[in-house]
């Protein structure tokens, strides 16, 4: 869907920007969900006492990375934000900030996260991290205007960065790690398709093919939410048949998986945005507990 021309040639900005804006650009919410992951990842992919120049390099690159590729997002997705109510105030559709410098800072945020990755930790973090970028900028950014199944490979991008974590401590990409990269596959997805549902005329507006903006009904929206809210109860068990957790950590997935199953059902249909909301909640709660359990059930 063509974009309208007057979306296409935005005024110069006035770079009247606030540190307000700054954080706009990094997104803190998504950034902060990196850090998390990757600091998990990083400790249970340790074998021995953690090196704490290391974690904390580990996690200051990925925060490099995340805001590199939260701004590089925005300097592409200018403007459709601009039709948008949720992202108009942002610094580039708002025209606070110019969006040759808006890339610039892009791009070095994200080339220097890759590079430091090399050299402060490994050379297998530092190709994580940019497949992570390349991913989410090369695919899934331009793919979210043509294909619902953007979400799904947006879903692979943001299921990297534990194994950023888990590869900085030194360990193998094998089962486990796969087992924490699955986890975060298929928690986003019905993450992001409630987000999606409350949101669906503002995507629709902005030409944005997600699958709740060509499912009226939202049948085919609830049914997605409740598959992936059992594929991830089933997901988060793993790494107790892997050996990575113990008992506690089961008992603690499997109450966890449950309630999250739950929730879905109720999601119900016809699909509301409160019960949209209702999922949105659940699992903001859920992913923080279940990678509490799993670190503290390592300890």
């Known amino acids: 869907m063509a974009l309208p021309q007057r979306t296409r040639r935005l005024p110069p900005s006035r770079c009247n920007f606030t540190f307000s804006d700054c954080l706009?650009?990094?997104k803190p919410k998504v950034t902060g969900l990196s850090l998390l992951t990757a600091?998990?990842?990083?400790?249970?992919?340790?074998?021995?006492?953690?090196?704490?120049?290391?974690?904390?390099?580990?996690v200051f690159c990925t925060f490099l990375a995340a805001a590199g590729g939260s701004v590089l997002n925005q300097y592409l997705d200018r403007n459709t934000d601009s039709l948008m109510s949720r992202t108009a105030s942002r610094p580039l559709p708002a025209l606070r900030m110019s969006p040759g410098r808006v890339l610039i800072a892009g791009v070095i945020l994200s080339i220097s996260a890759t590079v430091y990755l090399g050299v402060w930790v490994n050379s297998l973090a530092s190709l994580l991290a940019g497949l992570t970028l390349l991913i989410y900028l090369g695919a899934y950014t331009p793919l979210k205007r043509r294909t619902p199944l953007s979400t799904w490979i947006g879903a692979v991008a943001g299921a990297?960065?534990?194994?950023?974590?888990?590869?900085?401590?030194?360990?193998?990409?094998d089962?486990?790690?796969?087992?924490?990269?699955?986890?975060?596959?298929?928690?986003?997805?019905?993450?992001?398709?409630?987000?999606?549902?409350?949101?669906r005329e503002e995507y629709a507006k902005a030409g944005l093919r997600v699958?709740?903006?060509?499912?009226?009904?939202?049948?085919?929206?609830?049914?997605?939410?409740?598959?992936?809210?059992?594929?991830?109860?089933?997901?988060?068990?793993?790494?107790?048949?892997t050996g990575l957790s113990g008992l506690w950590y089961l008992l603690a997935a499997g109450l966890l998986g449950l309630t999250f199953i739950v929730c879905a059902i109720l999601l119900g249909h016809p699909l509301s945005e409160?019960?949209?909301?209702?999922?949105?909640?659940?699992?903001?709660?859920?992913?923080?507990c279940l990678l509490i359990a799993m670190v503290i059930d390592r300890v």
């Not at 998990?40 to 580990?58: H, N, Q, V």
């Not at 990297?160 to 990409?173: E, S």
């Not at 019960?275 to 992913?287: D, F, H, Q």
């Open 24 to 26: 706009q650009l990094v």
């Open 39 to 58: 600091a998990a990842g990083y400790r249970l992919g340790s074998t021995a006492a953690p090196d704490l120049g290391k974690f904390l390099g580990t």
């Open 160 to 173: 990297l960065p534990p194994l950023i974590g888990w590869t900085a401590a030194g360990g193998d990409l």
């Open 175 to 199: 089962i486990r790690a796969l087992s924490l990269w699955t986890i975060l596959f298929f928690w986003q997805v019905p993450h992001f398709l409630a987000i999606a549902w409350i949101r």
């Open 211 to 241: 699958l709740t903006t060509l499912d009226p009904t939202g049948t085919r929206t609830s049914r997605q939410i409740l598959l992936h809210s059992c594929l991830l109860a089933a997901a988060s068990l793993v790494p107790y048949w």
């Open 274 to 288: 409160g019960r949209a909301r209702l999922i949105l909640k659940a699992g903001v709660i859920y992913l923080p």
